[in-house]
C-alpha cells in the first residue's frame, strides 16, 4: 500500500489547476450577493421571493454533497470536477439571459448543481497529492482560495454590474468557466505516478448505503457536521444574500460603503484562515477552542449590533462585526479536520459531504428565515437576524455533546498508531 503522496511542485501545480474552478464556482456562487437589490428589481419580486434564488441553489448544494462524495470516491476528481464546471457554468449563463423569475431560479439550481461537485472534490485532491499532516494546512488555504472568488464579486463583478449592465457582466463572467474547463481537462490528474488509490466496488445501492452509514457511524464525522453547520452561516448568509440589504436599508450605508464592509469580510476570512491553518497544524488540540470562541465571538458582535441604541449602530461596530465575521469561514473548516482521521481514504468524499452539508443547511435556513421574518414584520432586521441565536445555540449543543467521545477515540487511535509504528519490521 503506498505510504503518504510526497507534496511537490507537481502537486502545487495540479492543485492550483483544481482551486482554480473552486475559485470561479465561488465567483458564480456568490454573484448574486451584490445583484441581490438588482435582482429584486429585475424580476419585480419581495425579500421572500428573492432569498429563494439562494436557498434554492444552497438546497441543491446540500443535497449534492453526500452522492458528490460517492461521486468523487467512484469516479476520481478529474471527472466530477469536469461535469461540474459544465454544469456552473452553464447556470452562469443561463442567469445572465433569464427573462424571468421562473427562469432565473431554474438557472441558479443548475449553478448550485454544478458548484457542489467542486470543493470536496478539491478537498479529495489535496489528501491524494499532500502529505496527511499538510491536511489542515491545504483545506484552510483552499477556503481562502474560495474567499478570494467572494472578493473578485464584491470588488469586480459589481462595477461590472452597475457598468455594462445585468446580461453583459453575467454572461462575460461565464467566460471564467469555460478557461478552468480547459485548463482541468488538459492538466489536471487524479493522483501522483504510484499512489493510485485502491479500487471501489460497483456503485450500487447497498454499496451506497455501506459508505453513507460507515461515514455516520464515526462520531468524528457527526462532530466535523456540526462545526460546520455552527460556524460557517453566519457568513454565509452575510456575503451571499443579506449583508448588502441590511448595510443599506437598515444602516444607512451607500452601496460603496455597505461593498466594502463585504470585502472586509472577504479579507478578514483570508488571513483568519492562514492563522488558523498554522495553529491547527501545530496545535491540535485547538480546533474546538477555535471553534467555539469564533462562534461565541460571531453571537456577541451580532447581538451588539443588533440592540445598539438607536436606529443604527455606529461604524466602528460595523467594522468589527464584519472582521469577527470573517472568521466564520476558516472556523467552518475545522470541521473537516475531526471528519479526515475518523475515517478511511475510501471513504474521505463521503465523510467530507457529510461535513460540508452542516454549514449550507444551517444557511439555507437562515436564508429563507430571513426574508419570511422581513416581510412579516414590515422590514425589521433586528427580528430577522434573530435566527441566527437559535441555530447556533442548536450546534454548539451537538458539538458540546459529542466533543468527548471524539476526543477518546481519537486518543485511542493514536496510541494505536504509535504501537503498529513500533512492531513493523525495519
Known sequence: MPGDPPGGRQAVAVWCIGVAVYFVAVIFRTSLGVAGLDAADRFDVNASALSTFSILQLLVYAGMQIPVGLLVDRLGTKKVLAIGAVLFTAGQLGFAFSPTYGTALASRALLGCGDAMTFISVLRLGTRWFPARRGPLIAQLAGLVGMAGNLVSTVALAPLLHGIGWTAAFAGSALAGVVVLVLLLLFLKDHPEGHEPEPVPHLGVAYVRRQIAASWREPGTRLGLWVHFTSQFPAMVFLLLWGLPFLVEAQG????????????????????????????????????????????????????????????????????????????????????????????????GTASGITNMGGFVASMTTLFAVGVLLDASGGDYGVAFSVVFLLQGLGVSQILRLRRRVARIERERLVASRVETVHVPV
Open 253 to 348: 450605508l451607500s452601496r460603496g460603503a455597505a461593498g466594502g464592509l463585504l470585502t472586509l469580510v472577504v479579507l478578514s476570512n483570508m488571513a483568519v484562515g492562514l492563522v488558523y491553518g498554522q495553529i491547527i497544524a501545530r496545535h491540535h488540540g485547538a480546533r474546538l477552542p477555535l471553534v467555539l470562541g469564533t462562534v461565541a465571538a460571531t453571537a456577541v458582535l451580532w447581538a451588539l449590533t443588533l440592540l445598539w441604541p438607536g436606529a443604527q449602530a455606529p461604524l466602528w461596530l460595523l467594522v468589527v462585526l464584519c472582521a469577527v465575521l470573517g472568521a466564520c469561514g476558516p472556523a467552518s473548516m475545522i470541521g473537516f479536520d475531526f471528519a479526515r482521521p475518523a475515517n478511511p481514504p475510501q471513504r474521505q
